[in-house]
Nanobody
Framework: HVQLVESGGGSVQPGGSLRLSCVYSGLAESRVCMGWFRQVPGKEHEGVAIIEGDGSTDYLDSVKGRFTISKDKAQNTLFLQMQALKPEDTAYYYC?????????????????RGQGTQVTVS
């Protein structure tokens, strides 16, 4: 079955950087929709970045130019490089995948997700 395990969260000052990692397993095909999401208590989950089956990427407007999503297929790992972090980036971040979709990923059903990792910028 599909498993996703995140790491790399922590506390950082504004302007700092963090890299989140998500090791995935159980996917029959790695060229599927994968993404990073975040949630602040009391607010809706927010899609931060997605990577489609063909490798194309897209981002939430507020993180464009600061965050980079990438995938290392050899290591079965999804990354989120975060730079120039702002206090408003503080949230619980998790990776997710829809193993049945490979394109138009913002519309995918990201039903498989990891346990998440806290990112605090202050």
């Amino acid at each position: 079955h599909v498993q996703l395990v995140e790491s790399g969260g922590g506390s950082v000052q504004p302007g700092g950087s963090l890299r989140l990692s998500c090791v995935y397993s159980g996917l029959a095909e790695s060229r599927v929709c994968m993404g990073w999401f975040r949630q602040v208590p009391g607010k809706e989950h927010e899609g931060v970045a997605i990577i489609e089956g063909d490798g194309s990427t897209d981002y939430l407007d507020s993180v464009k130019g600061r965050f980079t999503i990438s995938k290392d297929k050899a290591q079965n790992t999804l990354f989120l490089q975060m730079q120039a972090l702002k206090p408003e980036d503080t949230a619980y971040y998790y990776c997710a995948t829809d193993p049945f979709s490979y394109q138009r990923c913002w519309s995918a059903d990201f039903d498989y997700r990891g346990q998440g990792t806290q990112v605090t910028v202050s």
